[in-house]
Nanobody, 116 residues
């Protein structure tokens, strides 16, 4: 019943911007955390950003610090990833993960491609 769905991926030129969305449904009456991961070809999956249901965020990794920003909807279990000044190195499949009641639920991922 729990569903995690990403949207907003696409192809952009270097220096461009994208805004990813992730909606988590099928759960209630619990605190939760949601996060963005990405995985590029030949590289391991890495954490990009995370946020709790109360709005607490983790520190961004150096690779995206200052360019990416995670946020949440005021009342819905939906998060966003604003990506600015995109670089070819940002090309990856971006995954959204929901953590609730000590269980993880993953979305299918959305492709982000940054190229000229």
């Amino acid at each position: 019943q729990v569903q995690v769905e990403e949207s907003g991926g696409g192809s952009v030129q270097p220096g461009g911007s994208l805004r990813l969305s992730c909606a988590a449904t099928g759960f209630t009456f619990a605190s939760y955390a949601m996060s963005w991961y990405r995985q590029a070809p030949g590289k391991e999956r890495e954490l990009v950003a995370a946020i709790t249901s109360t709005g607490i965020t983790t520190e961004y990794p150096d690779s995206v610090k200052g360019r990416f920003n995670i946020s949440r909807h005021r009342t819905r279990s939906t998060i966003y990833l604003q990506m600015n000044s995109l670089e070819p190195e940002d090309t990856a499949v971006y995954y959204c993960k929901l953590r609730v009641l000590q269980r993880d639920y993953w979305g299918q991922g959305t492709q982000v491609t940054v190229s000229s």
